[in-house]
């Protein structure tokens, strides 16, 4: 079992950046991802990494601009977002899968945070 809890969101200003945080209990042998929710809207693939994390995918809407990482002697998953847009606010999750394989899809993911609001304002 794995619990996840995200942290770090909050309002920005368009142009700003921002870093959200997943802390893991348990083990942290899962491929990790980010996704994110904007209001009205299903949930979007956002990012994943490796259990290792030398591998690792961004969605061409993020591409170039949010970078995810991962510490596993801290048994936490980092997502940086620069230059963040309006069109960026949502809820993002953090989310694990046993497989190995980088999913990007919503329902190959096992455990999920209860989400953290990021709110860009132009």
């Known amino acids: 079992q794995v619990q996840l809890v995200e942290s770090g969101g909050g309002l920005v200003q368009a142009g700003g950046s921002l870093r959200v945080s997943c802390a893991a209990s348990g083990r942290t042998f899962y491929t990790m991802g980010w996704f994110r929710q904007a209001p009205g809207k299903e949930r979007e693939f956002v990012a994943v990494i490796s259990w290792g994390g030398g591998s690792s995918l961004a969605a061409d809407s993020v591409k170039g601009r949010f970078t995810i990482s991962r510490d596993n002697a801290k048994n936490t998953v980092y997502l940086q977002m620069n230059s963040l847009k309006p069109e960026d606010t949502a809820i993002y999750y953090c989310?694990?899968?046993?497989?190995?394989?980088?999913?990007?899809?919503?329902?190959?993911?096992?455990?999920w945070g209860q989400g953290t609001q990021v709110t860009v304002s132009s």
């Open positions: 989310a694990a899968r046993r497989g190995t394989s980088m999913s990007q899809v919503v329902v190959h993911y096992d455990y």
